[in-house]
């Protein structure tokens, strides 16, 4: 049965109220909701694959229902969050360190060689994470590192002087929050999580990967559960900057929000999606690929979703469903769908499409006042041929 709130199931909103979940917000996930009804729905066998994890809704989802999974990701930012959601914890080694953190008075220890980033912050509140940051690296237990490291990414979106909108980050100045309160209660509130969530012991196995390339073992995964970026060009190394270039070195992590090859893509070209139900599109010319007529792109865009695809296929096992959250993608002067075209890719390179559900319509805008068309948020469910 197709639930009544599908179209909020495929966002992350729904998260916001889930004690774990919502350790990270992460605009461009999916509900653990969504996971917990693809699961029963489509009769999915473990171990689930996420190969575009994401910030684990996913892996997390699979482990309080305790099955087996595995997820990668590109973004360290996204592994650091799946993987710190997700682990067994052994919540008195949190307490102690908590403690100690708390006995801490932070003081400036050196400043935040990137002076770009360092500028997006009040200097003290700058000093202060730098100092906390300085301080988890030497924690020597690696889970109760990446906790309290995920604790420190979410504090730091919240004092830095901006906001994310779109597929951008903008200036925005916020009044001197406290940077040693909001970090140790953050950790606070995930150890009170931890404590109540009794969570099944299974833990997922999860690394940094690029889907395109990675395979597992041929017939080695019962289902996958995954959202792709969509093709709407949100470029992730902008919206994380932030994040990725405090504590992950964004010079080694350059990554975009769609798929594709940035060298298959003119910079210039293409779309940006607002991520609400309305699309905004952003100026600019679009190339077109001269066989498909598509913009480039949207070419660039499926050619990857062809590998990530064939990928699927083959570490699927005989019979097992990949169950994909696919969005539309707005062009100034078109729209893309992009379920149907994935379809039609995976129906070539050997799945069998058992559903289409359209989750959602997305109207696409230029100029943020003229209407381009609408694309559909939709909910794909591929099954590979038995042999
Ligand atoms: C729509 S989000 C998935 C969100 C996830 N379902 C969740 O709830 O957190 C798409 C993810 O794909 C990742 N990604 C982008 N290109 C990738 C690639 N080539 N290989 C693997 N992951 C990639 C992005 O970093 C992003 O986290």
């Known amino acids: 049965m197709i639930p009544s709130n599908l179209c909020d199931l495929v966002t992350f909103v729904p998260n916001k109220q889930e004690p774990v979940h919502n350790w990270l917000y992460y605009k461009e996930g999916y509900a653990k909701g969504l996971v917990e009804w693809a699961v029963k729905e489509f009769g999915l066998q473990e171990p689930v694959c996420d190969p575009f994890c994401g910030v684990g809704t996913t892996l997390l989802a699979c482990k309080q229902m305790g099955l087996q999974s595995t997820g990668f990701d590109v973004s360290p930012l996204a592994v650091l969050a799946s993987e710190a959601k997700t682990r067994n914890y052994d919540l008195g080694a949190i307490e102690k360190t908590l403690a100690e953190f708390g006995a801490m008075h932070p003081r400036p220890i050196g400043k935040f060689p990137n002076p770009k980033i360092r500028r997006l912050f009040r200097e003290q509140q700058m000093d202060d994470i730098y100092f906390y940051y300085k301080k988890i690296l030497e924690i020597t237990d690696p889970k109760v590192r990446n906790l309290f490291l995920l604790a420190l990414v979410d504090t730091t979106g919240r004092v830095a002087n901006v906001v994310k909108i779109g597929g ?137 979703m062809r590998k990530a695809l064939r990928n699927m296929l083959h570490y699927l096992r005989p019979g097992g469903k990949a169950v994909i959250v696919a969005g539309g993608g707005c062009f100034p002067y078109e729209t893309v769908e992009s379920d149907d075209i994935l379809i039609k890719i995976a129906e070539e390179e050997g799945f069998r499409c058992a559903q289409k559900i359209v989750a959602r319509c997305i109207q696409c805008m230029r100029n943020r006042t003229i209407k381009v068309g609408t694309v559909r948020e939709s909910v794909i469910v591929l099954e590979k041929p038995a042999q």
């Open 168 to 304: 951008s980050l903008r200036r925005q100045k916020k009044p001197p929050l406290p940077v040693k309160k909001l970090f140790l209660g953050k950790v606070k509130k995930m150890l009170l999580d931890l404590r109540h969530a009794k969570m099944p012991a299974v833990e997922p196995a999860i690394f940094t990967a690029d889907a395109r390339i990675t395979n597992l073992q041929e017939n080695s995964v019962g289902s996958v559960i995954t959202s792709p970026p969509y093709l709407n060009k949100i470029e992730y190394t902008k919206v994380y900057k932030l994040e990725l270039g405090l504590f992950f070195n964004s010079q080694e992590t350059r990554l975009r929000a769609y798929i594709a090859d940035e060298a298959a893509v003119p910079d210039s070209a293409g779309a940006e999606n607002g991520g609400g139900m309305r699309a905004h599109i952003a100026d600019g010319a679009t190339g077109r690929d001269s066989e498909t007529r598509m913009p480039l792109i949207a070419k660039a865009y499926f050619d990857d």
